[in-house]
Each structure stands twice: as C-alpha cells, then as structure tokens.
Nanobody, 122 residues
Framework: QVQLQESGPGLVKPSQTLSLTCTVS??????????WNWIRQPPGKGLGWMGS???????HDRSPLKSRTALARNTSKTQFPLQLSSVTPEDPAEYYC??????????????WGKGTLVTVSS
C-alpha cells in the first residue's frame, strides 16, 4: 500500500522560503503512470493545486504560484520536495502531497498524505 508523508517546519518567517518534503513508502515515484502533487488549503478556502512531478520526472507547475514554486524529486529516497519562496501572510495553509493517476488531479487522487500545517509568523 502506497503511503505519503509530509515533513518540514510548521512555522516560517515572512519573506523566507518554505521547504517541505513528501516521503513515499510502499511504492516508487518512478512507477508509471502516476503524478505526484503538492496541494494546499488555506484557512476558509478550497484546495489549491501547486504543481506535480510525473513518474518520468517531468514537472507540471503551471499554476498561480509558479513563479515562487520549485519542485524536484529524489528517486533514491523516494521523496519529492517543495520549495515556496518569498512567503507572505497569504501562504499559511494545510499542505498536502498526493498521488494521482491523471495529470489533472481534478479527475481523482488515489492517495493523500495526512497534511502538515504551516504558519507564517515573525
């Protein structure tokens, strides 16, 4: 059974970079044909897709956060990290990693991480 676990700081200062890591167990992030996503939910708002990296390593990050988002993967550790730069008070949210069988996760996610809450404060 594939499991995903987010890790990283729960608190980040304004203007700093948020660095999170998703660790996958029970499977490989190179297994075709899956997409590995980062999704966040700010308080009182809906889910927002941040980007993904496909089994092939191709990055899909055409989102409103593209200019501040960096995605990568570490296949030997079955991890994919997320960096969100220039953090502002608009960025506090529950951050999730998730696996999807389609490029657009709107059509379904088959595994979610439990999420990690990130607060922005000086």
């Amino acid at each position: 059974q594939v499991q995903l676990q987010e890790s990283g700081p729960g608190l980040v200062k304004p203007s700093q970079t948020l660095s999170l890591t998703c660790t996958v167990s029970g499977g490989s992030i190179t297994t075709d044909y899956y997409y590995w996503n980062w999704i966040r939910q700010p308080p009182g708002k809906g889910l927002g897709w941040m980007g993904s990296i496909a089994w092939s390593g191709k990055i899909h990050d055409r989102s409103p956060l593209k200019s501040r988002t960096a995605l990568a993967r570490n296949t030997s550790k079955t991890q994919f990290p997320l960096q969100l730069s220039s953090v502002t008070p608009e960025d506090p949210a529950e951050y999730y990693c998730a696996r999807a069988p389609y490029r657009d996760p709107y059509y379904g996610i088959d595994h979610w991480g439990k999420g990690t809450l990130v607060t922005v404060s000086s």
